[in-house]
């Protein structure tokens, strides 16, 4: 029931090239004409190995949720493809689309508006179910106490409805859900975010959990790199619609070559205050989408443009899209410090009498 | 207008004692702010972190007597250098309200109305607390607020409205309509939630300058203790309604003593570490009509005693100038013992 080869690691499972959605801005009311065009994915490709974690990150309207979309063939593209098991799922329909569909899951990152509150938590996760035929009344029901089991909830919660849950709680409802149909792929898209601190670890704990228990691959999308250096294998990060950056999560957290990683980076706030005053704030705005800046589309704000940055775009080479990659300075960004001996004592104290958890 | 000198005396900027805000509903009286005692000092930032329904925005809402029916501030005193706050006519407090306490919000994208241009907005402070200025000067002071909170080319967007900026612009009007009486002391109600993380960068880079600039204190409220670390000079650490430790910012990340405080640092994913786990709290704040007797964080606590079932907690300190209100600080001596 459970698709093709499910083994660990090893094989690509997502392939997505040269991938881009266009919208066009029209003006008028009767003869509306076409007065430009929003790139809000512009020309991105990737590979997702089974098993992994692959992070897209960046700011808002990087573009980063419209590739998750995507993806997932929730929108259609403007050009490029997307592979699944080598299937270019831009050109699939009726069953075979569909069959794809019970494969790709997506967890969302709003928990009090991903479920509908008129449906019981049962119903919630048992839809996916229904809708792809699998198992009688009798097993989904069975399937259902599962998988609230596997996400840390209890059976009877699935009488109740979303309403009765905290923010934490629906997210786990939500991951329920996706993993009804036994996915391979599960796009996250921002599933934290929304969520308090002590929650937000509890659900990366979770995802963490899951996936080395099912083999689950995700493309992972945020905008928080801490917590995506906590989860993910490789990380790509997106700047209007393009991806400017792709490497191993050591790689770009030690060695960020191009110029918006590392103001990306510069700009957390360390938890530690003795550190204090060494976040380096990037100047200037996002530019619009609608009219991104010509050449490389971070030269605005990019403290090593010249005069080429501003006339060529740079191609993503060797997994970089930057005319100086391998020229700037260092980075000279520290991530060292960690916690004091004593916090570092008193949360292992937490943890042993946490149980471990 | 003119004060006290900072720190002249020692008298802090503002005291709250044992201050209780409580809201009527139809269960039952609920307490969001029970016996909450802070100090801010002249010149100086003082932290104040928790979770979603820990009261915090409560109790900036009751220092600012904004509190609506079916809400009433229920005990306590609020001192601005010594004058009680809750004894003032609603006329004086208007007049407390904007020219000595700023307040900015989380939503920047609500928190400005979109049918009056930013101008008409940034001068509304000045035409309440000072009726008899001209247009001209109105405008002029306008374009300097702006100027002031690092806008691009301020008199454009003096005459703009709210949609035609960015999310980050927008708070930055906030901080300026905020600032332009020159209060003493500035309210920022988890101010960088909604904005990206260059941009947020952006926003507390400006207001350390601004507090260099004019010497106003902060009262910083948020969840997130990488910008607590890198703003407050003090902090409080709210769980359920109560602080339940208070200290220095330094003190609170290289010695937290209260079990919340441990499980919180211990929640947030570093860049400086690998963790295979992060530790997380275990279960749910509580609802504020359902709090657990004793010390409200016992049923999440794996520290917890019956003792902490039994009694309420009172702040103590636990070495100088650092309070936890917890039985078993510090862990390693009562866990051990």
């Given at each position: 029931m459970s698709g093709v080869n499910r083994s660990g690691d090893g094989g690509t499972l997502l392939e997505v090239e040269n991938l881009a959605k266009h919208y066009p801005v029209r003006k008028g009311l009767i003869r509306a004409k076409q007065v430009g065009v929003v790139r809000a994915v512009d020309g991105v490709s990737f590979t997702l190995k089974r098993g992994e974690t692959l992070a897209l990150v960046g700011e808002s309207g990087c573009g980063k949720s419209t590739t998750a979309r995507l993806v997932l063939r929730l929108i259609e593209p403007s050009t490029g493809s997307v592979s699944f098991e080598g299937t270019d799922i831009t050109k699939l329909g009726g069953a075979t689309l569909k069959a794809f569909r019970r494969r790709a899951q997506i967890v969302f990152q709003d928990p009090y508006a991903s479920l509908n509150p008129r449906l019981t938590v049962g119903q919630t996760i048992m839809e996916p179910m229904e809708v792809h035929n699998i198992g009688d009344a009798a097993s989904r029901r069975a399937r259902v106490e599962e998988l609230l089991k596997l996400v840390?909830?209890?059976?009877?919660?699935?009488?109740?409805?979303?309403?009765?849950?905290?923010g934490g709680q629906r997210q786990r409802i939500g991951i329920a859900r996706a993993l009804a149909v036994e996915p391979d792929l599960v796009v996250c898209?921002?599933?934290?975010?929304?969520?308090d601190v002590s929650i937000q670890a509890q659900v990366v704990n979770l995802l963490r959990d899951l996936q080395q228990r099912l083999g689950l691959s995700y493309l992972f999308i945020a905008h928080d790199l801490a917590v995506v250096k906590h989860v993910a294998d490789r990380i790509a990060v997106m700047y209007l619609g393009r991806i400017v950056e792709v490497a191993e999560k050591r790689e770009l957290f030690d060695n960020p070559r191009h110029p918006y990683t590392r103001a990306l980076l510069a700009a957390i706030p360390h938890p530690d205050p003795a550190r204090r005053g060494r976040v380096q704030p990037l100047g200037g705005d996002l530019p619009s989408p609608l009219n991104p800046p010509s050449g490389c589309r971070f030269h605005t704000r990019c403290p090593f443009t010249q005069q080429i940055c501003k006339e060529k775009d740079p191609p993503l080479t060797d997994g970089v899209a930057c005319h100086f990659a391998g020229q700037l300075p260092p980075a000279g960004l520290d991530f060292s410090g960690g916690l004091t001996e004593k916090a570092a004592q008193r949360m292992a104290l937490y943890a042993a009498a946490a149980g471990g958890v | 207008m003119s004060q006290a000198a900072p720190g002249g005396g020692g008298q802090p900027l503002l005291q709250v004692q044992d201050l209780r805000t409580v809201f009527r509903t139809s269960g039952g009286d609920v307490t969001a702010v029970d016996g909450v005692s802070i100090e801010v000092e002249h010149g100086k930032t003082l932290g104040i972190v928790g979770e979603s329904g820990c009261g915090k925005s409560v109790l900036s809402l009751s220092i600012m007597r904004l509190i609506a029916h079916p809400g009433r501030i229920a005990s306590g005193r609020v001192l601005l250098e010594g004058r009680d706050l809750a004894g003032l006519s609603n006329n004086e407090m208007r007049k407390v309200r904007g020219r000595d306490i700023g307040m900015i919000f989380q939503e920047p994208m609500t928190s400005?109305?979109?049918?009056?241009t930013v101008g008409f907005q940034i001068t509304e402070g000045i035409r309440v607390h000072e009726p008899k200025a001209s247009k001209a000067e109105l405008r002029e002071r306008g374009i300097a607020a702006l100027e002031r909170v690092r806008i691009p080319s301020p008199e454009r967007r003096f005459d703009e409205y709210p949609h035609q900026l960015s999310g980050g612009m927008r708070q930055r009007v906030m901080i300026a309509m905020a600032l332009a009486c020159s209060p003493r002391l500035l309210i920022a109600d988890?101010?960088?939630?909604?904005?990206d993380v260059t941009v947020q960068a952006q926003i507390l880079d400006l207001l350390r300058d601004l507090q260099a600039e004019t010497g106003m204190s902060i009262i910083l409220i948020t969840h997130d203790l990488g910008v607590i670390a890198e703003m407050a000079d003090d902090v409080a650490v709210m769980y359920a309604g109560r602080v339940v430790e208070r200290t220095t910012a330094r003190a609170l990340f290289e010695d937290p003593q209260h079990p919340y405080a441990l499980g919180l640092l211990g929640s947030i994913p570093r860049l400086d570490e690998d963790r295979e786990r992060l530790l997380a709290i275990q279960g749910t704040v509580p609802p504020p009509f359902a709090l657990p007797p004793g010390c409200r964080f016992n049923p999440r606590c794996p520290f917890a005693i019956d003792a902490c079932r039994a009694e309420v907690p009172l702040l103590r300190e636990i070495t100088a100038g650092h309070e936890a209100a917890c039985l078993r600080a510090p862990v390693e001596e009562s866990v051990a013992a």
């Open positions: 840390g909830l209890a059976p009877y919660h699935a009488q109740r409805y979303a309403h009765e849950f905290s898209d921002e599933p934290v975010s929304a969520l | 400005l109305n979109p049918v009056h988890e101010p960088t939630t909604a904005l």
